[in-house]
């Protein structure tokens, strides 16, 4: 049930339409193909890219996922008890994000394409009995 969920799309990186098929070329920490969407889905043939530069809307997702990264690295560090000094929490928000940057701007890439690519029943299930998948 979980697999074939808005939320195990988006964090997987998986086509919209279908929920099968990646969604990048390679992983989001291959850095020369870093964060690249790839043309088509390779499951149900939906075309990632509406437009030129249509990616470019999920710099202000990029921005919004970083902000909970970093409210969630400070909220575990007030429940382990280590916010008690700013430099502290300063440099493990900073590492947090260094870290996570990569999934931070693929993952902003599917939550982008999930707000205009929606998910057809239809096209998963003949997708599903493909005999190439």
Known sequence: MFKRSIIHSILFL???QCRQGEFLEASPYNFSK???VKER???CELKYSIEP???TGSMYVSYAVGIAFAVATYVLLLIFDYASNPLTIFISIVAVLAVSFPYI???SKSIWAHFFF???KSIAKKVRN???T
């Open 105 to 107: 701007g693929a993952v």
């Open 130 to 132: 493909d005999s190439r």
């Open 41 to 43: 889905c390779p499951k």
């Open 118 to 120: 929606k998910y057809n």
């Open 53 to 55: 530069s249509f990616y």
């Open 14 to 16: 998986k086509c919209p």
């Open 34 to 36: 870093m964060n690249k």
